[in-house]
């Protein structure tokens, strides 16, 4: 999927900050499809982050037990308004070992490219953040795979 592709997806009217079981059945019918889809997305990574407590983490407090949050931008210049949320979350993590924040947060110095592979999910606890800190609520959650651009090919992390 291009990058334009992904932020540009429509997010349905009737879901921000809602539980899905009281989203419109035209909501859901909407956003469907895509949910069902894996993808795989390049850009540049801006910023990681150790969230605090979420719902997709049963609230946890315990670091191993929550998700990354990680911008991903088309271009290393962008802010992160411009940028979509990708999640590494801690169950996927785990056969991971090289995908800590340490390693991730040195793609963003480096400014390299990386293609990040997943599955959509519509996110609506943010939507305050959509224009400041995000594009879209659109995600990429769960992260399956990390690639970066090295010598002319893509190598996993």
């Known amino acids: 999927m291009h990058f334009e592709d992904l ?4 997010v349905p009217t009737g879901v921000s900050k809602k539980a899905r079981s ?15 889809r894996a993808v795989a997305v390049v850009g540049y990574l801006l910023a990681v982050k150790l969230e605090g407590r979420e ?12 998700d990354f949050h990680i911008w ?13 949320v990708v999640e590494v979350t801690p169950r996927i ?3 991971h070992p090289s995908w800590k924040t340490v390693n991730l947060r040195h793609f963003v110095t480096q400014r390299a490219r990386v293609r990040i592979s997943g599955w959509l999910m ?4 943010h939507p305050d953040q959509v224009g400041r800190t995000r594009v879209t609520l659109w995600d990429i959650h ?12 893509w190598v996993a992390l």
């Open 7 to 10: 932020a540009g997806l429509e």
């Open 22 to 36: 009281s989203w419109p059945a035209s909501a859901l019918a909407a956003i469907e499809p895509h949910e069902k």
């Open 55 to 66: 719902s997709p983490n049963c609230h946890s407090d315990e670091q191993a037990e929550r």
């Open 72 to 84: 991903l931008a088309n271009s290393p210049d962008d802010d992160r308004a411009d940028a979509v």
């Open 93 to 95: 993590r785990a056969p």
């Open 122 to 125: 519509l996110d609506p606890e």
């Open 142 to 153: 769960p992260i399956t795979k990390i690639e970066v651009w090295s010598a002319g090919k």
